[in-house]
């Protein structure tokens, strides 16, 4: 019998997900309940009296045992309702929706320029391997990816910003009055991300396209008289690209939730800032919620990985089950 | 089957599509104002609040707090550079003969931004609702004196405060205290805020960049404020606050870092502003735990400290030596006197008469949550070891060190806001302080604060003042080592700001921006 593999990789993933992120939800709990101090010291700080202190843990209801805690968030989410911020009085939802919305944007056009970019240079570098420009781009791309983004994100803002203002030093994206503006200023953290991602990638695809130009089918491919290009675009590059796929996954899934460093060095609101804020805060619902929404992220980049992957190989696409 | 070739592309092409869908949903993307019409001045803070933020005064903890309640809402007084008292909804006040019964004349003809006139009962609201239960507010415990229920309305335009108790200084106690339009709720408090001050709420919510101001018609100062708006964000990275107003996407900021300025200093776009302050940095040792116990040892441990020398390495020299008491020379009643110079000798023979001829060993706990404590700890170190005190740096995380160290260990690097001389003596020092940091009993001292507290005349209320003063000196277990300068940076073509040294009260009232 056979099964379509897609459909069932998505509903067997779906699945999993559902107990991952449970799990999940269980250990962020447990982690924050361990951390020293509460909420309501975080938000009085360290001018606050022991009578505000106790009014708003009353407040807040920080007192009552945490499992029932626990309890009562997870009741809500399995009614969609995700919490109220306990920092924010508001809905978490909101903030969520916002912020993750933004992260997606940043590492969306990351990704936009990331995919061909580092794809491009493999196969320029497995072009002639241990040539020149396979020597060169290899050191470039490593010493990129070695510089800790937050030095790189620095020196781009006093290069291109400061010196050369070709950009605006920091993604001050609401001050943008079109959308061209908001690309405009997002240029230098895409850039710096490019930079710490590049590497992985361009050593994947190198070494799998060397692999795959040396195998018997692409021989067979150019005996036949097919053109280099028809050969190299058609028949090898399918191939070579599922180590890429799966170091570009890897990619996607840390532009989700581990680019703090980046959104700090250019002011950027995105889910990983929210997520450490809130931690500083101790404020649950709210590192709950992010957490939920970046492995949701990492667990749906994945499953695109692997659809890609299934995609790009019919040995896999057509097995029987 | 499927085109699967055409899947790498179709992605990239949903990517891109996604991206621009996102971007426009997400980011309401501002009207194109009339340009050159709308003059907008471009706050920055050093530091963030995220969602926690809140415009409500009964509240606010930090910078950006503070910088939104100093736009949209005014106190009954105001504190001038020097920390004296100054009019502002309240034109005058007067005591009774003990300073248990103070009267303050409202300004008339002061209009809310909801164009409501501003009165009596506008006052009695804002300072009842800080001793609500359902307002748990951090101030409450300092205005411990008000009785909430005797707070009266004379008549319109003047109100009344029976206190429970003398404070001849209640002026002094009340300024950060702003007045919000009476019947609001804490929710309408915190996000709208409607007050009397130059510029009312266009857009706050909390944990989204920035919030917006627009200039109030018909505020009280006439032809006030000079800016049609106010975008106000924070901005905590160091480096990128600078780089942004190099580059012209912010306008002004009230704090930056006090080393390396050199290229911010030599930029003919910026201008630099420096104010005295009596922000502290200093090192706190509990008097009743061995061997800080003994007053030579804290004499000892004061007079090991060369303190021109901490004030380069920790401040980069932008700053004032301080003398081991809390209220600068420029401070009302602050003791005039030369701060002391180290002198490792007599540390030793000190410490030898304390009964610890070797020397001592000590532990001393620090951490990144402030600028300068961690320079400050490896600097006070390396002196205080030529008089035979060996200091282990314990260094803590910084995210908890006001919760989980201050206060919790006996020898720390601690730091403490500029604030008027009694605040600055009683908060720290009374046997009784909740943040008595050095475990530091002296009667004496408390009887002068108390004291104080009830001398009507000025004079003498400075004399005992000074008494306290010295007594913190000699004998108290507080290293207080510098004051630290507060700078400020604008673009060239803000006019009319004036940085001053308390945060929390700068005002942009008066601030223009020419072409």
């Known amino acids: 019998m056979r099964v379509a593999p897609i459909p069932r990789l998505i509903v067997t993933r779906l699945a999993l997900s559902v107990l991952s992120l449970f799990v999940v939800s269980l250990i962020v709990f447990s982690a924050v309940e361990l951390l020293p101090g509460d909420t309501a010291e975080r938000i009085l700080g360290r001018e606050a009296t022991k009578e505000s202190l106790a009014a708003l843990r009353t407040q807040l209801r920080l007192s009552d045992p945490a499992p029932e805690r626990y309890a009562r968030w997870l009741g809500g989410i399995v009614q969609g309702d995700f919490g109220r911020s306990l920092v924010a009085d508001r809905p978490v939802f909101s903030y969520i929706a916002g912020y993750l919305g933004r992260t997606l944007l940043l590492g969306g056009l990351a990704l936009l320029i990331h995919i061909p970019l580092s794809i491009g240079l493999g196969l320029l570098a497995a072009a002639r391997p241990d040539g020149a420009s396979d020597l060169a781009l290899s050191a470039a791309v490593l010493i990129g990816m070695s510089i800790p983004e937050f030095v790189v994100g620095i020196f781009l803002i006093m290069l291109l910003a400061n010196d050369l203002q070709l950009f605006p030093p920091l993604a001050l994206i609401d001050q943008a009055k079109s959308f061209g503006d908001v690309i405009h200023m997002l240029a230098l953290p895409v850039i710096t991300l490019n930079f710490a991602m590049t590497a992985y990638v361009v050593r994947q695809t190198r070494n799998s396209m060397i692999e795959v130009l040396k195998s018997d089918y692409v021989r067979m491919a150019s005996l036949r008289g097919l053109s280099p290009l028809r050969v190299l675009f058609v028949h090898a590059l399918p191939n070579a690209l599922s180590p890429a796929i799966n170091a570009i996954a890897l990619n996607a899934s840390w532009l989700v939730g581990g680019i703090v460093v980046v959104e700090v060095v250019f002011n950027y609101p995105g889910l990983g800032r929210l997520l450490v804020e809130s931690i500083r805060f101790h404020d649950v619902p709210m590192i709950q919620g992010a957490a939920l929404a970046l492995s949701a992220a990492y667990i749906a980049v994945n499953l695109v990985a692997d659809i890609a992957t299934l995609l790009l190989n019919p040995k896999l696409r057509t097995r029987t089950a | ?515």
Request: no cysteine; glycine share 8%.
């Open chain 2, 1 to 515: 089957m499927t085109n699967q070739t055409r899947t790498g592309v179709s992605r990239r092409t949903l990517l891109a599509g996604a991206a621009v869908l996102g971007g426009s949903a997400l980011f309401p993307i501002e009207q194109v104002k009339a340009a050159g019409g709308i003059k907008t001045l471009r706050i920055a803070s050093g530091e963030a609040d995220g969602v926690k933020g809140t415009l409500d005064p009964a509240y606010g903890t930090n910078d950006p707090d503070a910088a939104r309640a100093g736009l949209v809402f005014e106190g009954l007084v105001k504190l001038d550079e020097a920390f004296a008292v100054q009019p502002s909804l309240a034109t005058a006040w007067k005591p009774n003969d003990d300073g248990s019964v103070w009267t303050f004349n409202l300004r008339p003809g002061v209009k809310f931004h909801d164009g409501s006139p501003f009165t009596a009962t506008d006052v009695i609201f804002s300072f009842r609702r800080l001793f609500d239960p359902k307002t748990p507010s951090p101030s409450a415990a300092w205005l411990a004196p008000i009785d909430p229920e005797n707070i009266k309305a004379v008549d319109d335009l003047t109100v009344e405060f029976k206190l429970r108790e003398p404070v001849v200084e209640f002026p002094e106690l009340i300024y950060s205290h702003k007045v919000v339009k009476a019947g609001q709720t804490n929710e309408q408090v915190r996000t709208a805020g409607i007050g009397t001050g130059a510029f009312k709420v266009e857009r706050f919510v909390p944990g989204e960049e920035p919030s917006t101001y627009v200039r109030h018609d018909q505020y009280w100062q006439p032809g006030k404020p000079g800016v049609d708006r106010v975008e106000l964000r924070s901005i905590p990275e160091e480096a990128a606050r600078i780089a942004a107003l190099v580059s012209g996407q912010v306008d002004l900021f009230w704090d930056l870092p006090l080393r390396g300025l050199t290229r911010l200093e030599q930029d003919k776009n910026i201008v630099l502003q420096t104010a005295k302050t009596s922000f502290w940095l200093g090192l706190a040792a509990w008097t009743d735990t061995k061997p800080f116990d003994d007053p030579r040892v804290r004499l000892a441990l004061k007079l090991a400290a060369n303190r021109d020398q901490l004030l380069k390495a920790v401040l980069g020299g932008h700053g004032s030596v301080a003398n081991d008491q809390p209220v600068a020379p420029w401070i009302k009643f602050g003791l005039p006197d030369e701060p002391r110079k180290q002198d490792i000798e007599q540390a030793k023979k000190l410490l030898a008469e304390a009964g610890y001829p070797d020397g001592i060993d000590v532990e001393l706990y620090t951490s990144a949550s402030g600028s300068g404590l961690v320079e400050l700890a490896t600097a006070y170190k390396a002196q205080a070891e030529a008089a035979g005190i060996r200091i282990s740096i314990n260094q803590a995380p910084a995210e908890d060190y006001w919760s989980n160290i201050w206060l919790k260990k006996p020898f720390i690097v601690t730091a403490w806001s500029g604030k008027g001389a009694d605040a600055a003596l009683a908060r720290p020092f009374l046997s009784d302080a909740e943040w008595n940091e050095t475990h530091w009993h002296n009667d004496a001292f408390d009887k002068l604060i108390l004291e104080a507290r009830r001398t009507i005349d000025e004079k003498k209320r400075g004399e005992l003042y000074q008494k306290a003063q010295e007594l913190v000196r000699d004998d108290g277990g507080a290293l207080i080592l510098l004051f630290a300068d507060a700078i400020g940076a604008t673009r060239a073509n803000v006019r009319g700001w004036k940085l001053h040294p308390q945060k929390l009260s700068q005002s942009y009232v008066d601030v223009t921006i020419v072409d």
